[in-house]
């Protein structure tokens, strides 16, 4: 496949509603069966982290309202990408540091972006529905990489019992967490011990109950008001 080929399959992801879908399998893909089957593998990491920075920049061209505006977000992405690499091979306190800074920014530009999707003018379809989705595993995604950090850099910070696999890894222990976190249910295998990590952890229970309340209450409200414009 080529590059074109390349860019152009990531841009109708962004360009067309459908793309949603697309989005959908792709983060499926990822979260259950790359990241805990090869998550142990830093390079692969970066590798995968390139094709989401990839991924993220076709976004934003295609959802920014000007040139500047696309290359100053682009920025983003691409900071991400090069400090997860410099990671790989600096344990740095400000290497890691910006690591996480830049994995936030970049999640939060991806939730902003597939928001700005869901959201746009037009009928409320399937596509939107499952875009909403995309938001809720994405938030998940971004509070593993949270717990993560917090557990690397305070010691004790997680009391976690670690499976006798090894294909298990920390990556995927955290992102099984977080989705029983933003899910409240709670198992019990990792317990949050300091009070920043159960801070995180209260944070994204609200999220997880309050997002789906919030969501669906909008999407019903533009439903209903694309129905009486029709009527009108």
């Known amino acids: 496949m080529t590059a074109h080929k390349k860019y152009r399959f990531l841009n109708h992801l962004w360009s067309k509603e459908s793309g949603l879908s697309g989005m959908l399998v792709l983060l499926f893909i990822m979260q259950f069966f790359l990241i805990p089957i090869f998550g142990s593998y830093a390079s692969f990491m970066v590798i995968l982290n390139v094709f989401w920075m990839l991924f993220l920049i076709a976004g934003i061209i295609s959802l920014s309202k000007s040139r500047k505006q696309a290359f100053w977000f682009s920025v983003i992405p691409f900071l991400f990408v090069l400090f997860e690499w410099i990671s790989v091979f600096s344990s740095a306190a400000f290497v890691s540091l910006a690591e996480?800074?830049?994995?936030?920014?970049?999640?939060?530009?991806?939730?902003v972006l597939v928001l700005k999707k869901v959201f746009e003018p037009g009928p409320v379809t399937e596509y939107r529905v499952i875009g909403s989705i995309v938001v809720y595993m994405i938030f998940?995604?971004?509070?593993?990489?949270?717990?993560?950090?917090?557990?690397?850099?305070?010691?004790?910070?997680?009391?976690?019992?670690?499976?006798?696999?090894?294909?298990?890894?920390?990556?995927a222990n955290f992102l099984y967490f977080s989705y029983i976190t933003i899910t409240t249910t709670g198992f019990g295998e990792i317990v949050p011990l300091h009070p920043f990590a159960r801070s995180m952890v209260q944070t994204e229970a609200i999220i997880g109950v309050l997002y789906p309340v919030i969501l669906i209450g909008r999407l019903v409200s533009d439903a209903n008001e694309n129905k009486m414009k029709k009527k009108q």
Do not use: D, K, M, R
Request: aromatic letters at 18%; proline letters at 5%.
């Open 100 to 111: 996480i800074v830049f994995t936030i920014a970049t999640f939060a530009l991806l939730i």
């Open 140 to 171: 998940a995604h971004l509070w593993s990489a949270i717990y993560l950090f917090i557990y690397e850099h305070i010691p004790g910070a997680f009391q976690i019992t670690l499976p006798a696999f090894e294909s298990n890894t920390l990556q």
